[in-house]
């Protein structure tokens, strides 16, 4: 099965601050990897992922993500967060029928 | 919002206790999966449920089990519950379609097990 392994647990960023979260998965042959976000009482949101081709993907809100099969890494970034952007956010991979998440990583973004 | 809703949102049960949580899925989907999510985790996959049959299932005890109705609603039963049972638990709708398919998650149903 595959599994996901986030880096960073807690990051705290100010405002126009860049971003960059840690996501590395288990090898397996051909992968589907998301990233969700988990916004405070609400539901998790898919912002991107990634199933073929062009290997930097796009998402909602200004998200991006770099698949890069050689380390094994699917990183989000965003280029400037804003407050709004404090959440938790996960990465997954799917394995089967299953997505097998990372433990997430709670980001705080301050004024 | 995704479509997906579940209930109840909070829930106390005493343990030795049996629950049911319910989940309606998005419309067009097929196919529900349950997660459940402990403080401080990611999420960990219980099972998925596909033309009524579980098709699919994470490393939980058999006292979880669950069904998918016609209408491809679904419920999650725990039998027996334990402290530990106490989580978030998602449930996720989705078109059961090879592998290029995508989830939508529920907010959840809060389980306090006490």
């Given at each position: 099965?595959?599994?996901v392994?986030?880096?960073?647990h807690?990051?705290i960023l100010s405002?126009?601050?860049?971003?960059?979260?840690g996501c590395?998965?288990?090898?397996?042959g051909?992968?589907?990897l998301?990233?969700y976000v988990q916004?405070p009482?609400?539901?998790?949101?898919?912002?991107?992922?990634?199933?073929?081709?062009d290997?930097?993907?796009?998402?909602?809100?200004g998200?991006?993500?770099e698949?890069?099969?050689?380390k094994?890494?699917?990183?989000?970034?965003?280029p400037?967060?804003q407050w709004?952007?404090t959440?938790?956010?996960?990465?997954?991979?799917?394995?089967?029928?299953?997505l097998?998440f990372?433990?997430?990583t709670s980001l705080l973004?301050?004024? | 919002?995704?479509?997906?809703?579940q209930?109840?949102t909070h829930?106390?049960k005493t343990?030795?206790?049996q629950?049911?949580?319910?989940?309606?899925?998005?419309s067009g989907?097929?196919?529900?999966?349950?997660?459940?999510?402990a403080l401080?985790?990611?999420p960990q996959?219980?099972?998925q449920y596909?033309?009524?049959?579980?098709?699919?299932?994470g490393?939980?005890?058999p006292r979880?089990?669950?069904?998918q109705?016609?209408n491809y609603s679904?419920?999650?039963n725990?039998?027996a519950?334990?402290l530990?049972?106490?989580?978030?638990?998602?449930?996720?709708?989705?078109l059961f379609?090879?592998?290029?398919?995508e989830?939508f998650?529920?907010q959840?149903?809060?389980l306090t097990v006490?």
């Amino acid at each position: 099965a595959q599994s996901v392994s986030q880096h960073n647990h807690h990051v705290i960023l100010s405002e126009a601050a860049s971003l960059e979260l840690g996501c590395n998965y288990s090898y397996g042959g051909t992968v589907n990897l998301f990233w969700y976000v988990q916004y405070p009482g609400q539901h998790l949101q898919l912002l991107l992922k990634y199933f073929s081709g062009d290997p930097l993907v796009k998402g909602i809100k200004g998200f991006e993500a770099e698949f890069i099969k050689s380390k094994f890494s699917f990183n989000l970034r965003k280029p400037s967060v804003q407050w709004s952007d404090t959440a938790e956010y996960f990465c997954a991979v799917r394995s089967g029928y299953a997505l097998n998440f990372g433990k997430g990583t709670s980001l705080l973004v301050t004024p | 919002e995704t479509g997906v809703t579940q209930s109840p949102t909070h829930l106390i049960k005493t343990r030795g206790q049996q629950v049911t949580l319910r989940c309606s899925s998005q419309s067009g989907h097929n196919t529900v999966s349950w997660y459940q999510q402990a403080l401080g985790q990611g999420p960990q996959f219980i099972f998925q449920y596909y033309r009524e049959e579980e098709n699919g299932r994470g490393n939980f005890p058999p006292r979880f089990s669950g069904l998918q109705f016609p209408n491809y609603s679904s419920e999650l039963n725990v039998n027996a519950l334990e402290l530990d049972d106490s989580a978030l638990y998602l449930c996720a709708s989705s078109l059961f379609a090879a592998m290029n398919t995508e989830a939508f998650f529920g907010q959840g149903t809060r389980l306090t097990v006490v």
